[in-house]
């Protein structure tokens, strides 16, 4: 789970949505703030998920 700081500032630097068969936006962002997995891999995006069209976040998770 990333902290709000970390979600905020990923989100100040977004692009364009691609827009999801289920309507919502996914963005994917890089950030040199995602973290670290379990095993030791460097998660460098944050991909957040809004309702399309708004800046509703449904979910948002460091990954790779």
Do not use: C, H
Request: aromatic share 8%.
């Amino acid at each position: 789970m990333m902290s709000f700081t970390q979600t905020n500032d990923a989100w100040t630097n977004k692009g364009s949505p691609v827009t999801q068969p289920n309507g919502n936006d996914k963005y994917v962002i890089p950030s040199s703030e995602g973290g670290f997995r379990g095993s030791g891999d460097v998660l460098n995006n944050v991909p957040i998920i809004t309702e399309g069209g708004t800046n509703k976040i449904v979910t948002e998770f460091p990954s790779k």
